[in-house]
């Protein structure tokens, strides 16, 4: 728990303003796959300031050969949620501003507006744990929108959490990863770009390592006495500085990394994050007796789906029907309407209204860059979609 505190109801009313109940969502016809997947861009947060720095493109930590050996149990705090962190009014903000910044870089100014849904990949899964009706649970997803586009942001209990089930999953990356540049130390953030059946989705998830030498990237030796280059205020948000800095191939394989106990099956939690983060693999360090760990094993979507049978397409096609509940929602009713979507393990979601004074994904900058290019639909459009 965060000295700061518990804020998983912050800024909600107290009664549900309504509920969207399990059962009436969709469990046929729906997407089995995502498409036409892209990746837009990337940044990673700069720790070594107090105020809010992040390295765009910024560099993945990379991932080497262990053959396994003894490893010590996680313990301590971790950051769980460092955008909500670093801007509590605003945590969308840094994807927003790195995406529009790399795609100006490429000349090709990216059109927020194709977008239906502006997420983390972290809600993504946490809509599939409601679908799939995975017993006990709590979880927040704060929602807006600025035009037709639906923003989902995330939200946590708390941004710190203490460590307090048996894990490996920090000491494993410590052990078996190396940054690629003296400044490319913190949390790696990948902007993903892809259909899902009717929505176009833009998604945001931290990359644990990547795998250079798969691309035939040199190894580096890092100069420790390399200097940050200049920061730079964002013109959206002018708290959250930019720093030029970093490389990342445009096809170097991003990996995400899990620790999990040897004899307790598989872990199949992965294949939802592998599915709705479009990472290349996984890796998976098994572990037995008081840490004791082979090579870690690396999965792929292919690989993990050989061992889930039959496949979740039941619950993807909930998924698909609850996201698009959730967007009629937000698009008929008022523009600055915003609420929160809360679980607490029954079979529905209830909907709270938030305060209008209440922080949201998004900080005023930011919201009036989006509506240059996110615009409301017309309003016979809107009539006519209503009835």
Same mark, same amino acid.
């Given at each position: 728990?965060?000295?700061?505190?518990?804020?998983?109801?912050?800024?909600?009313?107290?009664?549900?303003?309504?509920?969207? #109940?399990?059962?009436?969502?969709?469990?046929?016809?729906?997407?089995?796959?995502?498409?036409?997947?892209?990746?837009?861009?990337?940044?990673?947060?700069?720790?070594?300031?107090?105020? !809010?720095?992040?390295?765009? #493109?910024?560099? !993945?930590?990379?991932?080497?050969?262990?053959?396994?050996?003894? /490893?010590?149990?996680?313990?301590?705090?971790? %950051?769980?949620?460092?955008?909500?962190?670093?801007?509590?009014?605003?945590?969308?903000?840094?994807?927003?501003?790195?995406?529009? /910044?790399?795609?100006?870089?490429?000349?090709? !100014?990216?059109?927020?507006?194709?977008?239906?849904? %502006?997420?983390?990949?972290?809600?993504?899964?946490? %809509?599939?744990?409601?679908?799939?009706?995975?017993?006990?649970?709590?979880?927040?997803?704060?929602?807006?929108?600025?035009?037709?586009?639906?923003?989902?942001?995330?939200?946590?209990?708390?941004?710190?959490?203490?460590?307090?089930?048996?894990?490996?999953?920090?000491?494993?990356?410590?052990?078996?990863?190396?940054?690629?540049?003296?400044?490319?130390?913190?949390?790696?953030?990948?902007?993903?770009?892809?259909?899902?059946?009717?929505?176009?989705?833009?998604?945001?998830?931290?990359?644990?390592?990547?795998?250079?030498?798969?691309?035939?990237?040199? #190894?580096?030796?890092?100069?420790?006495?390399?200097?940050?280059?200049?920061?730079?205020?964002?013109?959206?948000? !002018?708290?959250?500085?930019?720093?030029?800095?970093?490389?990342v191939p445009h096809d170097v394989p991003l990996q995400v990394l899990t620790t999990y106990p040897?004899?307790?099956?598989?872990?199949?939690?992965?294949?939802?994050?592998?599915?709705?983060?479009?990472?290349?693999?996984?890796?998976?360090?098994?572990?037995?007796?008081?840490?004791?760990?082979?090579?870690?094993?690396?999965?792929?979507?292919?690989?993990?789906?050989?061992?889930?049978?039959?496949?979740?397409?039941?619950?993807?096609?909930?998924?698909?029907?609850?996201?698009?509940?959730?967007?009629?929602?937000?698009?008929?009713?008022?523009k600055n309407f915003r609420c929160g979507l809360?679980?607490?393990?029954?079979?529905?979601?209830?909907?709270?209204?938030?305060? #209008?004074?209440?922080?949201?994904?998004?900080?005023?900058?930011?919201?009036?860059?989006?509506?240059?290019?996110?615009?409301?639909?017309?309003?016979?459009?809107?009539?006519?979609?209503?009835?």
């Amino acid at each position: 728990m965060s000295a700061d505190g518990f804020w998983l109801f912050e800024g909600l009313e107290e009664e549900p303003y309504g509920l969207l #109940p399990l059962v009436n969502l969709s469990a046929k016809g729906g997407p089995t796959s995502t498409k036409y997947v892209d990746r837009v861009g990337s940044y990673q947060w700069y720790l070594n300031d107090e105020t !809010p720095t992040i390295l765009v #493109p910024g560099m !993945p930590v990379e991932s080497f050969y262990w053959p396994g050996g003894k /490893l010590q149990q996680d313990h301590g705090v971790v %950051i769980y949620d460092v955008n909500h962190m670093k801007v509590r009014k605003g945590s969308l903000d840094a994807m927003i501003i790195a995406a529009k /910044l790399l795609s100006e870089k490429k000349k090709k !100014p990216l059109d927020f507006s194709q977008f239906h849904f %502006i997420t983390d990949a972290v809600n993504l899964q946490k %809509i599939f744990a409601f679908c799939q009706e995975a017993g006990e649970g709590l979880f927040r997803i704060d929602c807006e929108r600025v035009g037709q586009t639906v923003l989902l942001t995330r939200m946590e209990a708390s941004d710190l959490m203490e460590i307090g089930h048996v894990t490996f999953d920090q000491n494993l990356k410590y052990r078996m990863t190396r940054p690629r540049g003296a400044h490319s130390t913190g949390p790696f953030y990948q902007l993903m770009a892809y259909q899902f059946g009717s929505y176009r989705i833009l998604v945001r998830y931290e990359v644990d390592c990547a795998d250079y030498a798969a691309v035939k990237c040199t #190894p580096v030796t890092v100069d420790k006495s390399e200097a940050l280059p200049p920061k730079e205020k964002s013109a959206e948000n !002018p708290e959250i500085e930019v720093v030029r800095y970093g490389e990342v191939p445009h096809d170097v394989p991003l990996q995400v990394l899990t620790t999990y106990p040897q004899g307790a099956g598989f872990p199949f939690f992965t294949w939802a994050q592998l599915f709705f983060t479009n990472a290349s693999n996984e890796l998976i360090g098994w572990f037995k007796g008081n840490g004791d760990f082979g090579k870690p094993a690396i999965y792929t979507m292919q690989d993990v789906s050989k061992m889930m049978k039959p496949l979740p397409l039941v619950t993807l096609s909930k998924v698909h029907d609850c996201l698009g509940k959730i967007f009629k929602f937000l698009t008929k009713n008022d523009k600055n309407f915003r609420c929160g979507l809360v679980w607490k393990g029954k079979a529905h979601l209830e909907i709270f209204a938030k305060h #209008p004074e209440a922080d949201g994904g998004i900080t005023e900058g930011v919201r009036q860059f989006l509506e240059t290019q996110c615009k409301d639909a017309p309003e016979e459009e809107a009539e006519g979609s209503a009835n």
